[in-house]
């Protein structure tokens, strides 16, 4: 199996493409966007991720990858297209769909088919083999390979963790995951173990829906504690100390591609409601709202109030702004007449108009820290207080120290 077709050249596939390239296969990167294929034609990632670009680099000038809009045979096609979220709240698998549709042009018998991309139990057996079936005639198992092989990377550390992450491979059979394992074990350096098809779907929503659970516990913690009048915080800190707790931190909410989505694939077919799992999703849905609240209540006796947001980006030190809980806050605070000014530095197609540093600061009546950027810790903060109106810091992250801001002569606010 030398000649890989990786479809969907994303934040997963691109990566992998790379890798696998610089890794000895022949490596050929589909993607539907003509300005993307554009782009990494001429040597430049339409991503921003650390390390990637050496990497994609190498893998282009080696001549083993190479990208296009058009499908070629290859004796092995890895599908890693983005599964979104429907206004229903159901795994929208339109892109899986045609991504099986333009592999059924061109399988043959004894290919493998990987599904990497998250999707709901059953998808790889039912959707991408269902349509191959119907397209080609080619049964999964019996005329070709087919196996899920879920991404587990973080944004950020993409990179490193492909290659140092373990990996779950499920199979339609056992030779489907043996196979994609050889493929996985030719620059991932970590353990990967094999099991069935619908397992390793569920393994993947599993995570993200464990992290999803955990990150509504503590935001549910930071609301009572702040009935209480108890730091957060400390409390946390604290109870982490025993050797078996491990509590996430609070903040304005849960954003991102994957945290905010895969718990909905895992009970969409339920028909249940109510469940634990929809009760995180709506607590963490709630943040952005509770924020905002507490920065109308600071503010609002102002006159022509103005908040000051810090970070649009959906976490720290990326640039990645999707699903990102300052779109919410933005809205509200609108809402209820608060001019606002977003900044940014790292923020990349921000769906808000983001400030200069000067521009957002000058006026404001109260700096939301949304996201713990490290390059905000360079900030001057004589000059930040200098550009204000009022000296108000509302601190959601625990990002501020509380005794050197108050320094500065801010009012120091956190969860
Ligand atoms: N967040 C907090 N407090 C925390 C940690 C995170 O409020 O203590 C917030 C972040 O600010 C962000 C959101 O949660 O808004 C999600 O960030 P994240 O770092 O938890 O996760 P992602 O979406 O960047 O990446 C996750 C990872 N999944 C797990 O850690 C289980 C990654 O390994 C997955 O590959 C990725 O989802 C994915 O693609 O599924």
């Given at each position: 199996?030398?000649k890989i077709?990786?479809?969907?050249?994303?934040?997963?596939?691109?990566?992998?493409?790379?890798?696998?390239?610089?890794?000895?296969?022949?490596?050929?990167?589909?993607?539907?966007?003509?300005?993307?294929?554009?782009?990494?034609?001429?040597?430049?990632?339409?991503?921003?991720?650390?390390?990637?670009?050496?990497?994609?680099?190498?893998?282009?000038?080696?001549?083993?990858?190479?990208?296009?809009?058009?499908?070629?045979?290859?004796?092995?096609?890895?599908?890693?297209?983005?599964?979104?979220?429907?206004?229903?709240?159901?795994a929208?698998?339109?892109?899986?769909?045609?991504?099986?549709?333009?592999?059924?042009?061109?399988?043959?018998?004894?290919?493998?088919?990987?599904?990497?991309?998250?999707?709901?139990?059953?998808?790889?057996?039912?959707?991408?083999?269902?349509?191959?079936?119907?397209?080609?005639?080619?049964?999964?198992?019996?005329?070709?390979?087919?196996?899920?092989?879920?991404?587990?990377?973080?944004?950020?550390?993409?990179?490193?963790?492909?290659?140092?992450?373990?990996?779950?491979?499920?199979?339609?059979?056992?030779?489907?995951?043996i196979k994609?394992?050889?493929?996985?074990?030719?620059?991932?350096?970590?353990?990967?173990?094999?099991?069935?098809?619908?397992?390793?779907?569920?393994?993947?929503?599993?995570?993200?829906?464990?992290?999803?659970?955990?990150?509504?516990?503590?935001?549910?913690?930071?609301?009572?504690?702040?009935?209480?009048?108890?730091?957060?915080?400390?409390?946390?800190?604290?109870?982490n100390?025993?050797?078996?707790?491990?509590?996430?931190?609070?903040?304005?909410?849960?954003g991102?591609?994957?945290?905010?989505?895969?718990?909905?694939?895992?009970?969409?077919?339920?028909?249940?409601?109510?469940?634990?799992?929809?009760?995180?999703?709506?607590?963490?849905?709630?943040?952005?709202?509770?924020?905002?609240?507490?920065?109308?209540?600071?503010?609002?006796?102002?006159?022509?109030?103005?908040?000051?947001?810090?970070?649009?980006?959906?976490?720290?030190?990326?640039?990645?702004?999707?699903?990102?809980?300052?779109?919410?806050?933005?809205?509200?605070?609108?809402?209820?007449?608060?001019?606002?000014?977003?900044?940014?530095?790292?923020?990349?197609?921000?769906?808000?108009?983001?400030?200069?540093?000067?521009?957002?600061?000058?006026?404001?009546?109260?700096?939301?820290?949304?996201?713990?950027?490290?390059?905000?810790?360079?900030?001057?903060?004589?000059?930040?207080?200098?550009?204000?109106r009022?000296?108000?810091?509302?601190?959601?992250?625990?990002?501020?120290?509380?005794?050197?801001?108050?320094g500065?002569?801010?009012?120091?606010?956190?969860?």
């Amino acid at each position: 199996m030398k000649k890989i077709c990786v479809v969907g050249l994303g934040y997963i596939g691109l990566p992998t493409a790379s890798i696998l390239a610089n890794n000895g296969y022949d490596v050929l990167g589909i993607d539907i966007n003509e300005k993307v294929i554009e782009k990494l034609r001429n040597g430049t990632p339409h991503i921003e991720e650390p390390d990637l670009k050496g990497i994609f680099i190498s893998a282009i000038n080696s001549g083993k990858l190479r990208v296009s809009k058009k499908i070629e045979k290859s004796d092995v096609f890895i599908i890693s297209v983005p599964t979104p979220l429907t206004e229903d709240k159901k795994a929208d698998l339109s892109y899986v769909e045609s991504a099986s549709k333009e592999i059924s042009k061109c399988i043959e018998k004894g290919n493998l088919v990987i599904l990497e991309s998250t999707s709901p139990p059953g998808t790889t057996e039912k959707l991408v083999g269902g349509i191959i079936l119907n397209s080609s005639g080619l049964k999964a198992g019996a005329d070709y390979l087919l196996s899920f092989c879920p991404e587990r990377v973080l944004p950020g550390k993409i990179m490193y963790e492909l290659v140092n992450n373990t990996r779950i491979i499920g199979g339609i059979n056992k030779e489907s995951a043996i196979k994609a394992r050889e493929i996985y074990s030719s620059f991932v350096k970590a353990e990967i173990y094999l099991t069935d098809l619908k397992t390793a779907e569920f393994v993947k929503l599993t995570e993200n829906t464990y992290r999803d659970v955990n990150l509504a516990f503590s935001n549910e913690l930071s609301l009572i504690c702040n009935y209480y009048n108890i730091n957060v915080w400390d409390v946390i800190r604290f109870a982490n100390m025993h050797p078996r707790v491990n509590i996430l931190s609070p903040g304005p909410g849960v954003g991102g591609h994957c945290i905010p989505i895969d718990p909905w694939f895992m009970i969409q077919n339920l028909g249940r409601e109510n469940t634990l799992i929809e009760k995180c999703r709506n607590i963490n849905n709630e943040m952005p709202f509770i924020i905002s609240r507490k920065v109308v209540e600071l503010i609002k006796d102002k006159k022509s109030p103005k908040a000051t947001l810090f970070g649009a980006s959906y976490k720290e030190d990326i640039g990645d702004t999707r699903e990102s809980p300052t779109v919410a806050v933005i809205k509200e605070l609108k809402k209820e007449k608060i001019n606002v000014s977003v900044y940014d530095p790292l923020a990349e197609n921000s769906k808000y108009e983001l400030s200069s540093l000067e521009d957002s600061l000058k006026g404001s009546d109260i700096l939301v820290l949304l996201v713990s950027h490290s390059i905000f810790r360079n900030l001057d903060m004589n000059y930040v207080a200098g550009l204000m109106r009022t000296r108000n810091i509302f601190d959601t992250r625990n990002f501020f120290k509380k005794d050197e801001i108050e320094g500065y002569g801010f009012k120091y606010f956190s969860l």
